[in-house]
């Protein structure tokens, strides 16, 4: 069964960091794209960050630059790190897995989801 959990909620200011976890069991990550999404009050799912079965890395527009996701094997863990934290980053962020080969940040391309966690940026 495949189930993945996130960790790492938090508030911090404007210009702070946190690092977000994703501890996977019943996937493999030579076998996945895992990703990150974020959804935040009244608006849609959108997608984050995303690491192929190989290691490529895509990011979204917004977090470029800022973001840097991050899996280590041999713990079945997905990172996400997050710097130069922004008031608009302020959302519940999920992690996704995608048996797809090039999914993108397209959350309907990821069939296992975990529950979230809240990530609040104060001005």
């Known amino acids: 069964q495949v189930q993945l959990m996130e960790s790492g909620a938090g508030s911090v200011q404007a210009g702070g960091s946190l690092r977000l976890s994703c501890a996977a069991s019943?996937?493999?990550?030579?076998?996945?794209?895992m990703g990150w999404f974020r959804q935040a009050p009244g608006k849609e799912r959108e997608g984050v960050a995303l690491?192929?079965?190989?290691?490529?890395?895509t990011y979204a527009y917004s977090v470029k630059g800022r973001f840097t996701i991050s899996k280590e094997s041999a713990k079945n863990t997905l990172y996400l790190q997050m710097n130069s934290l922004k008031p608009e980053d302020t959302a519940m962020y999920y992690c996704a897995a995608s048996r797809a080969w090039s999914p993108g940040l397209i959350p309907v391309n990821f069939g296992v989801w975990g529950q979230g966690t809240q990530v609040t940026v104060s001005s």
């Open positions: 690491i192929s079965s190989i290691g490529q890395t």
């Open positions: 019943g996937v493999s990550f030579s076998r996945y794209s």
